[in-house]
């Protein structure tokens, strides 16, 4: 077992051993598709194929390292950012939704006053 996925949380979480799926991908293992989106999330995919960059001599190991520490940072940013947003809306939804019960409790009470007031103006009479 390398990790575990849960698609039920929003974003999705994902729970990888990092190494260890470098490690399969490296030695020629076949991903399904799912399993590929997954691990090019994670950016195993991404890692390896730097790796086979250097292997090759297109890259130095720590220009590879930098490109995958940036692209890294800047997933993780996305991440973050859309944890937020679904976050801010959550709670601008919360907003509207109290909103919306508030007006119809006003309008309750208002209701309720009026057909008091009728009754007690019928007592009177």
């Known amino acids: 077992k390398i990790g575990t996925y849960d698609p039920m949380t929003n974003p999705a979480t994902v729970e990888l051993d990092f190494d260890k799926a470098l490690h399969w991908v490296q030695v020629g293992a ?3 598709d799912t399993t590929k989106a997954i691990l090019s999330y994670k950016g ?4 390896n194929h ?9 890259l130095t190991e720590e220009k ?14 996305k991440v973050a950012a859309k944890a ?3 976050e801010d809306a959550t709670r601008e ?3 509207k939704r109290l909103a919306a019960e508030a007006e119809v409790n006003e309008a309750r ?10 009754a007690q103006a019928a007592l009177e009479a």
């Open 30 to 32: 076949q991903p399904t």
């Open 44 to 47: 195993v995919m991404y890692k």
């Open 50 to 58: 730097l790796l086979k960059g250097v292997k090759k001599g297109a």
């Open 64 to 77: 590879a390292e930098l490109l995958f520490k940036e692209w890294l940072e800047a997933k993780e940013g």
């Open 84 to 86: 937020k947003g679904l």
């Open 93 to 95: 939804d919360s907003k």
């Open 109 to 118: 009470k208002a209701e309720f006053n009026k057909k008091k007031a009728e």
